[in-house]
């Protein structure tokens, strides 16, 4: 656990296994959407744009998926404190 580097949301830092847990997750959706972000961006190789600043829509798309993604999930896992179980 550390604050430089890997998905520093509060959650992260309420426990060891909610970071490894949030920090794995996160690394797996990060990578399925890097895949996703080379595919359009070959794709769009072959297309004429006509800025190149449209190439960015899914840098920031497959980005901000991925941590809304990774989010999610953190906001499911349970508190340190959290007596229930």
Do not use: H
């Not at 060891?16 to 959706?29: P, S, T």
């Not at 890097?34 to 744009?49: K, Q, R, Y």
């Amino acid at each position: 656990m550390n604050r430089f580097y890997g998905f520093r949301i509060s959650k992260a830092f309420t426990s060891d296994e909610n970071w490894y847990a949030i920090n794995k997750y996160g690394a797996e959706v990060l990578i399925v959407w890097s895949m996703v972000m080379i595919a359009a961006g070959v794709l769009l190789l072959f297309v004429g744009l006509s800025s190149p600043l449209l190439g960015l829509i899914p840098l920031v798309i497959c980005t901000a998926a991925a941590i809304v993604q990774t989010v999610s999930f953190a906001r499911q896992l349970k508190d340190s404190n959290d007596e229930s179980a």
